[in-house]
């Protein structure tokens, strides 16, 4: 009788490495992504800062050039469903702000600010009726068009100070304690606790130095008030937008700088009309 054919067995596979994965920690996406952000945020600062120094018509459009690189990213980072909706609203906002301070001889005013953000929150809504299904991701796409108006909004009161509060400098003040404030960003993830403090003591610091130099007399408490504001606020933008998954596209860096530089403007337009008379 025959004796049965051995049966061959393959040999087991080599264990093999795994694929290296992206860290999910702040460290990697720090090393990633916050460089970009923060050299952008810098430049910013600074541009707004000596437009401040040439009038109101920079400021403004400086502030439009912080609206376009919303316009060309913000839906990718915020990861609206409807981007197309998402730029028409903040185009309209925008659009409808420049057009009354076109019209206005005043110039650009704040008290312009409340019919351009119901316009571009009407845009948005109204953008929602021309897709195929309107019940996917309607709120997420209001929520980014909201928020893209909201910051469009804030960013545009950085416009009247230079007509109504130039001798006291408050854009050069916020603008000073932005940029102080980035030096919190590189902090290391086991200090993430101290990230609050921090900002406001530099961004107090940043913005009294500025006030110090650039004005002969100047309230030094109130531009380390405009400057701790405006670094705070510019700081929790970062975060925020940071710890979100469109923040590791390469569009995210400009876009974040764009909207942590905007998002201060109303509570620094605030600060500067209540406390510099």
């Known amino acids: 009788m025959p004796e049965p054919a051995p049966v061959s067995v393959p040999p087991a596979p080599l264990p093999s490495a795994p694929l290296p994965t992206a860290p999910e920690d702040g460290e990697g996406r720090r090393d990633a992504t916050a460089y970009p952000v923060l050299s952008g945020t810098v430049s910013g600062a600074a541009l707004l800062l000596l437009c401040e120094a040439a009038g109101s018509v920079f400021v403004a459009a400086a502030v439009a050039l912080g609206v376009f690189v919303l316009l060309w990213g913000w839906p990718a980072v915020v990861g609206s469903p409807e981007p197309a909706g998402t730029r028409l609203a903040i185009a309209v906002a925008a659009a409808a702000a420049y057009l009354s301070g076109a019209l206005d001889p005043a110039g650009l005013e704040v008290r312009q600010l409340p019919v351009a953000i119901a316009a571009g929150l009407v845009a948005g809504f109204l953008a929602q009726l021309v897709r195929g299904d309107i019940h996917a991701g309607v709120v997420a796409a209001l929520t980014a068009g909201g928020a893209g108006i909201a910051l469009v909004a804030a ?13 006291d400098r408050p854009v050069a003040a916020a603008m000073a304690g932005i940029v102080a404030s980035v030096v919190v960003d590189l902090l290391p993830a086991r200090m993430r606790g101290l990230r609050l403090l ?22 030094l408490l109130v531009a380390g008030l405009l400057g701790l504001a405006a670094g705070v606020v510019s700081l929790a933008v970062r975060i925020t937008l940071g710890e979100l998954p469109g923040a590791r596209l390469h569009s995210a860096p400009p876009v974040i700088a764009a909207a942590s530089l905007l998002a201060p403007g109303l509570l620094v337009y605030t600060f500067a009309r209540l406390l510099l008379g």
Request: charged share 10%.
């Open 155 to 167: 960013g545009l009161a950085y416009a009247p100070l230079p007509e109504s509060r130039y001798a």
């Open 198 to 219: 921090a900002a406001c003591l530099l961004g107090a610091a940043g913005g009294a130095v500025a006030g110090g130099l650039l004005v002969p007399g100047a309230d």
